[in-house]
């Protein structure tokens, strides 16, 4: 399995431009996770999906991050605008559903280094 | 919700020194618990992982036992090795199958 597959895992942009980081999760995962990661604030849940279906988006900073799943095998994070504080790593994860403890395992992607200058 | 304590690093430890990071963590029930690593420039990667009380998780050397008395899920290593240079996060499980990630530990070997 080629495992959870993210694009582009570099994007540098300026400040008030459209940003798209895309995911590929692991497939037969019913479950879908956007993460950030930055050194203030280390690891933050943004929202995860669940058959495509958005679950919980309490972890979106604001109205600028928006997030789709149009099909099980493809996801999108959209920051319209970015701004500088929006510099980050931002990693998919996925894992499979069932509820079941040997399936509870969430499986990450490379990440996309975000740099908005 | 959940949350972890972990470890504050970093921790800077001579190649074939014992290792432990220690983590404690509240939960509603009796979660999965979880350590990721992460090495330099890459994702999280599960290290290992204990599923009820007493299991001990174990992987590349590193154990960590679930203690559901003291809600902890310390990680150790006997031997480090210098590849073991890593950012280490432990992390309870959830009912609505969210993670609950530390702040992380950075971890770095000297030869």
């Known amino acids: 399995d080629a495992g959870v597959i993210q694009s582009p895992r570099h994007e540098v942009t300026e400040m008030g431009q459209e940003v798209t980081l895309r995911c590929k999760p692991i497939?037969?995962?019913?479950?879908l996770f956007w993460y950030r990661q930055t050194m203030m604030r280390g690891l933050e849940l943004l929202i995860y999906f669940n058959n495509n279906v958005p679950i919980d988006d309490s972890g979106m900073p604001e109205d600028r991050f928006s997030a789709k799943m149009p099909n099980a095998s493809f996801s999108t994070l959209k920051i319209q605008p970015s701004e500088p504080r929006d510099s980050a790593v931002y990693f998919c994860?996925?894992?499979?559903?069932?509820?079941?403890?040997?399936?509870?395992?969430?499986?990450f992607g490379p990440g996309t280094r975000l740099t908005v200058l | 919700g959940n949350s972890v304590t972990q470890m504050e690093g970093p921790v800077t430890l001579s190649e074939e020194a014992f290792l432990t990071i220690n983590c404690t963590y509240t939960?509603?029930?009796?979660?999965?618990l979880f350590w990721y690593v992460q090495y330099p420039g890459e994702g999280l990667q599960l290290l290992l992982k204990?599923?009820?009380?007493?299991d001990k998780g174990s992987n590349k050397g590193f154990e960590a036992t679930y203690r559901k008395e003291t809600t902890s899920f310390h990680l150790e290593k006997g031997s480090v090795q210098v590849s073991d240079s890593a950012v280490y996060f432990c992390?309870?499980?959830?009912?609505?199958?969210?993670?609950?990630f530390g702040k992380g530990t950075l971890l770095t070997v000297n030869p």
């Open positions: 939960a509603t029930g009796y979660p999965s």
């Open positions: 497939s037969g995962h019913d479950y």
């Open positions: 204990a599923t009820k009380a007493d």
């Open positions: 992390a309870p499980g959830g009912s609505n199958y969210k993670l609950t």
């Open positions: 994860a996925s894992r499979s559903g069932g509820g079941g403890r040997g399936t509870d395992t969430q499986y």
